[in-house]
Nanobody
């Protein structure tokens, strides 16, 4: 069965960095676009970043452009999100998601999430 397991969340100071990882199993990782979304209490889930199956198209939410970098290692079935210059407004539960195609369609599987807290 499809599994997406995130890790790397935690507490960071403003201006600090964290690297999220999402290890995928149960499907051919290299065939599907993947993405990261985040959610805070009382707000809907918003897409932070996405990447095509071959890495040739990348999307970023405007507020994270220049600070976050998405990447994938298809040999390791792993998706990453490098987050630099973190801000308190980046505090959220971060989720890894698999899309139904090699490009952005709709997600069909989500990980359990990893909490990122940015605070001094």
């Amino acid at each position: 069965q499809v599994q997406l397991v995130e890790s790397g969340g935690g507490l960071a100071q403003p201006g600090g960095s964290l690297r999220l990882s999402c290890v995928a199993s149960g499907f051919t990782f290299s065939n599907y676009a993947m993405g990261w979304a985040r959610q805070t209490p009382g707000k809907g889930r918003e897409w932070v970043s996405g990447i095509y199956s071959d890495g040739n198209d990348i999307y970023y939410l405007d507020s994270v452009k220049g600070r976050f970098t998405i990447s994938r290692d298809n040999a390791k079935n792993t998706l990453y999100l490098q987050m630099n210059n973190l801000k308190p407004e980046d505090t959220a539960q971060y989720y890894c998601a698999k899309f139904t195609k090699a490009w952005y369609t709709q997600p069909d599987y989500w990980g359990q999430g990893t909490q990122v807290t940015v605070s001094s």
